[in-house]
Structures are given as structure tokens and as C-alpha cells.
């Protein structure tokens, strides 16, 4: 069976044989779209080519990675290099170093960093250290924000402001979900009334500081500033997970770019370079609490991969050097205000929040504040113009409560091509 000569239809079909769905993430199968996935035979900068011969102007990016677009050059040969002195070591490399230096110098809270295999395990082992640094049990997360598969964030929240979670997937035990609160974003009404009642039992309070799993919401002036000041204040620890945000809305993240100052934080997609990988970094003392220093046990044996440290390493001396991020957000901006100006013209009601590089779509007559008015964008009315856009050649992400990215990759063609797309989109609906 020659698997390159298959279309996607037909690969699919045979994926389904093997991998439970027929995709190794769940967000790839295509049903929030109503459809089924296409498979990609190669990407070069701003395009994806499937295996049917069709050429895509591609806004997914890997899901945040190719912030340089896909097959960048410079990240390419930095691989290339590292490969030829071997794939994996099992000791330390010097490029498990630079890459620690380079997120220390970038990256305000971190003075020290430890490098995992993926953004889950940051986000997980935040939440360990936070509890054995505090010796408390309780955490608190937001409703919309998604921090990995971890059991203990992989809840919901159930009715009210103010709730205990429930676990959101089979396989976590509801014991386990109760130790997390689960909180309204840009409510601080509701901050408050947690911390009065569980103050002195919450370990960290753990958020996107720029949710962006489910849609993006930006966050309401003074909102972090308010979670910062009240984890000092109780003794808890304030997580950031810049898994998406961390070198995507500015070279510090969106601590730099808001001025607050997180004692942890997860980090991912962009420091591998298109390679699997993520980190967690915080204050020093924090940070000393993890094995083998301290107490708090967390390994891997392929953390600090030196293919995926060469690459990220790349990535982030171009970001130092390049800094592209006005240049990102004029482009992204040239996006957003074609599909504002068809939806005007067309009378279709779309909020389209932006960040830098980061946009996202949501078919709402509101603002989107939080997971609760997100949810009450029409899904349906995305499906369709996600699937006029993929039709004409333009890559959208394939769910309503995911976003878009921009990578410096996208040259005026690819936008004018993309924002002519969408506005015709728009306009058909």
C-alpha cells in the first residue's frame, strides 16, 4: 500500500483503522466544521500543500508554532546542524543552556527554567510545584481556559459564579476535579468572593492571561493586575500559561505586554520551532523546589531534545533580533478589517478580537467577555464561512472557539488573497 499516493479521503479511512478517530488530536477530525480532515503533504512558508493538489493559505500555523512560517530556512539548518552530532544524548547539551538563557533574558518571570516534552507537561508540573511549594491542595482556573490534558485542569464549571469543577473528560476522578475552582474570566466580583471563602487553602490561580482555546478573549484592563495583587496578598502563587501567548503577542509574552508579573509560567509551541516542546520558568525560589534540588519530582528523558532546543533556540534569536511584531499585527489587522468592513456591508453581526499575531472570529451581536458569551457565538454560521474559505484556498482553524495566527511568513499576496476570500465569505452568508 503506497500511503503517498492516497487522497485524503482515502487516507482517512484508513487512519480510522488504526488511530482512534483517525487523528492524533482531537481538534483535527474536522466535526465542529461538519466535515472531515484533509491531509498536508508539505508546507513552505505562508502555504500548506495537501496530498490532493490543492495549495492553502495557511492562518492555523501548526497551531502557533510557525510564528516564521513553515520550512523557515534559518530554523531548517539550525536542525540540520544539530542532527549531524545525533538526534537524542540522555546528558545535558549545551543547547538545553542557551536555550535557558535566551527564555531568561526574554521571558520577565524567569529567572530559572526547566524544558519539558510539551505544553500539558509545563502546565501540569506548574500546578505540582505550586502545591508543594504552598502545601496547599486547592487551585483555581478559569472557565474557556484550557491548559493541556491535565486532570487537573480538564474541568468545567457548573452553575453559578462560583463553583467547584467537574471533570470534563472520563478518567478523571471527581475527587480529584473538587480540588479545582472554577471561576468566570474577567470577573474579579468573583475573584474575591473565592479568596474570601478558600483564601488560605488555594495553592495557585492558573489562567491565559489572553484566553485562547476558545476564541480570544482579552482581558479587561485591570483584570490581571487584580489577580496579581490578590494572590500576593493570600500567599498563592499566580500561574500564567503562555503555552500560545509566550512570543506570539510580544517577544516577553503577555506578562511584558501587560505589566504583570506571574511567579510561574508555561511556555511551548514557539521555543521548539516547529518541534515538540515546552518549558515552565518562575522565580528563583520557586523554582529551587524542583528535583533534584528540592522536593517536587518532575522528569523526562526527551526534555531538552537537541533537535527541538536547536530549533527553538532559531526561533528565538530571530524574534531578539527581528523583533516582528508590528510588523504581525499590521497584518493581522489587515485581515480583521476585511471581514469587519464585508460583515458592515452584509449586516452580519462578527467580534473579531486581536493580539499581535493572534485573531479569531465569533459570529456574535456582543462582545465576548468570557466563556459564556463566547458560547453564544453561532457555530453554524462559522461552519459556513469556514467552508467558503477552505473551498477558495484559505486555511481558517477548523473550529468556532479556536483562533487564527499570523506568521511573518504572509507576503501581500497571501493577504490580499486571504482577505478577498473572506470578505467574499462574509458576504455569501
Known sequence: MDFEKMSSKELFEEAKKYIPG?????VRAFR???GEPFFTRAAHGAKLETVDGKTLVDFVCTWGPALFGHDNPVIREAVRKALERGTSFGTPSAAEVEMAKLVHEMIPCAEMVRMTNSGTEATMSCIRLARGYTKRDKIVKFSGCYHGHVDSLLVKAGSGALTFGNPDSAGIPADLARLTIVLPFNDTAAIDECFSKYGDEIACVILEPYPANVGLIPPKPGFLKHLRETCTRQGSLLVFDEVITGFRVAAGGAQARENVMPDLCALGKIIGGGLPVGAFCGRREIMEYIAPLGPVYQAGTLSGNPLAMAAGVA??????EGNPYDALEKKSMFIV?????????????????MAASLFSFFFNENEVVDYETALK????????FFKNCLDNGVYLAPSAFEICFMSAAHGEDDLQL??????KSIKSL
Open 337 to 353: 478589517d476585511a471581514v469587519r468592513g464585508a460583515a458592515k456591508e452584509r449586516g452580519v453581526a462578527v467580534q473579531t478580537p
Open 418 to 423: 486571504a482577505a478577498d476570500v473572506m470578505a
Open 22 to 26: 483517525g487523528v492524533n488530536s482531537p
Open 377 to 384: 457565538s453561532s457555530t453554524e454560521t462559522y461552519k459556513k
Open 32 to 34: 465542529s466544521v461538519d
Open 315 to 320: 526561533a528565538l534569536k530571530m524574534i531578539r
